[in-house]
């Protein structure tokens, strides 16, 4: 499996996390009968559910993007050292990220945002290069 490979393996698991860790927020918040039950109202708003549930959806948004960049590279032959380098880049800041914003940490978070969003454009730049 190549290095690209991984770092979306690594950044899928990070997903899974920040979604048991949502799911437990909303049973320690709302209890074990809400969190086996139909959830036919909504779960008591908190300040880590409401974080937890706005960091999956960014996570959500940049995965989808990585994750098509990367399929074209792998399925293209187009992996390189600017490609590994651009998925690493995201995948750290991304495992940073999750944190950072959990904890809501200002500042800090758009730069860590920004690095991911920077790995990301360099795979697209070797997709988009390699198309002309």
């Known amino acids: 499996m190549s290095q690209e490979l991984l770092y979306l393996f690594g950044s899928i698991v990070i997903l899974i996390g920040l979604l048991v ?9 709302n209890g074990m009968s809400y969190g086996l039950g139909p959830r036919d109202e909504p779960a008591k708003p908190n300040v880590f559910g409401g974080r937890a549930k706005r960091t999956i959806a960014n996570h959500i948004e940049g ?29 750290w800041a991304r495992l940073a990220y ?9 500042v800090i978070r758009t730069v860590v945002w920004t690095v ?10 070797v997709c988009a290069t390699s198309a002309l």
């Open 116 to 125: 991911g969003l920077v790995g990301t454009l360099m795979v697209l730049y």
């Open 63 to 91: 995965l989808v993007i990585f994750g098509f960049a990367i399929l074209i590279v792998e399925t293209a032959g187009l992996s390189n050292s600017l490609t590994t380098l651009g998925a690493a880049l995201y995948f």
């Open 98 to 106: 999750a944190p950072i914003y959990l904890l809501g940490v200002p």
């Open 21 to 29: 860790a949502q799911a437990t927020n909303t049973v320690v918040a």
